[in-house]
């Protein structure tokens, strides 16, 4: 089993609609959590730390739930802006930064 | 200027060549990390160095050699580059007290004949 898994997607949505990834990991012991968002032939930015208790910014809200071992991200009014390949981010103990490969998105007009 | 730089951005090289791609940071972090992307693999961990005198493996590893010759500066070596190292290399710094908050070059796209 992989560390960290994504569905690749694409994830197709309108303009104005809400839609939510989730990414899963294998590793109880992980400490640590984020989000990067990749645009196409980029690199990758930092988009969020994910908190224990779920953060929000804007229209982003990141959420964990160690009981199941996956952590989510949620977009809402999605803009077209957001159409960018979302890399789910797990480190477990010291270093060891595990990068999903990433779930595409594509907001449509 | 970008905070993490990274040269060449282009390279089309042949079978057998010695490849040195360069990494420098004006970060000011102590932590460096060379990843590779390809499509559908996701971004893997080729070397890594938490400071100038720590050199670790990352999980592909093989075929690869990285020298920090300072903290600002962490190259990258392909000693007998082979077709299959065709990809998208970047470079990318951390704090160590942020160590999830990684900061990456644009990027140098290797194409090998």
């Known amino acids: 089993r992989k560390e960290v898994e994504q569905d690749p997607g694409p994830f197709n949505v309108p303009e104005g609609a809400t839609v939510a990834f989730n990414c899963t990991y294998s590793?109880?012991?992980?400490?640590?959590f984020f989000w990067y968002r990749q645009d196409c032939r980029k690199e990758p930015k930092l988009l969020m730390s994910?908190?224990?208790s779920g953060n929000e910014d804007g229209r982003f809200t990141a959420q964990l739930n160690r009981a199941s071992q996956y952590i989510s991200l949620l977009i809402r009014d999605s803009k077209l802006s957001d159409s960018a390949t979302y890399l789910c981010?797990?480190?477990?103990?010291?270093?060891?930064?595990?990068f999903g490969k990433g779930t595409s998105l594509l907001v449509t007009p | 200027d970008a905070d993490v730089t990274q040269t060449p951005r282009n390279r089309i090289t042949k079978t057998g060549k010695r490849i040195m791609l360069e990494c420098s940071q004006t970060?000011?972090?102590?932590?460096m990390y060379w990843y590779r992307q390809d499509p559908g693999l996701g971004l893997r961990l080729i070397y890594y160095?938490?400071?100038?005198?720590?050199?670790n493996k990352g999980e592909i590893s093989d075929g690869y050699s990285v020298s920090r010759q300072a903290q600002a500066k962490f190259s990258l070596s392909l000693e007998s580059a082979i077709p299959n190292q065709t990809a998208l290399y970047f470079c990318?710094?951390?704090?160590?007290?942020?160590?999830?908050?990684?900061?990456f070059g644009e990027g140098s796209r290797l194409t090998v004949l």
């Open positions: 994910v908190y224990s």
């Open positions: 160095s938490f400071d100038v005198k720590d050199i």
């Open positions: 970060k000011g972090h102590d932590r």
């Open positions: 590793n109880s012991a992980s400490q640590s």
């Open positions: 981010v797990v480190i477990n103990s010291g270093y060891a930064l595990n």
């Open positions: 990318a710094t951390s704090d160590s007290d942020r160590a999830g908050e990684l900061f």
